[in-house]
Nanobody, 123 residues
Framework: QLVESGGGLVQAGGSLRLSCAAS????????MGWFRQAPGQEREFLAH????????YYADSVKGRFTISRDDAKDTVYLQMNALKPEDTAVYYC??????????????????WGQGTQVTVSS
């Protein structure tokens, strides 16, 4: 089970930190990713990170502004979002994939999805 939290309304230039708590089994070797989907647009990959390892990977669109991190002890992954823009407004989802299917994450695919959390950036 994946449960996101931390969304909300923020002014342009502000920051938010999203959390995704994972539960139900061991995740060693799996990848946790963050995605977003704005109304009328396709789902967009943002970043992923592998449990128990480092090497986060980011989409070019958020590199330098967003940071993915994890707390292995809490089975929680975070997405720190800085310098937010109105175009960052979307529903943000965390997702989980195994070590093989993780290669499809940049294409917008994952094995398991959270319910999503709304992020709204006002101008």
């Amino acid at each position: 089970q994946l449960v996101e939290s931390g969304g909300g309304l923020v002014q342009a230039g502000g920051s938010l930190r999203l959390s995704c708590a994972a539960s139900g089994r061991s995740f060693d070797g799996d990848y946790m990713g963050w995605f977003r989907q704005a109304p009328g647009q396709e789902r967009e990959f943002l970043a992923h990170i592998q449990w128990s390892h480092s090497f986060p990977y980011y989409a070019d669109s958020v590199k330098g502004r967003f940071t993915i991190s994890r707390d292995d002890a809490k089975d929680t992954v975070y997405l720190q979002m800085n310098a937010l823009k109105p175009e960052d407004t979307a529903v943000y989802y965390c997702a989980l994939s195994g070590p093989i299917t993780a290669a499809t994450m940049p294409g917008g695919f994952a094995d398991y999805w959270g319910q999503g959390t709304q992020v709204t950036v006002s101008s």
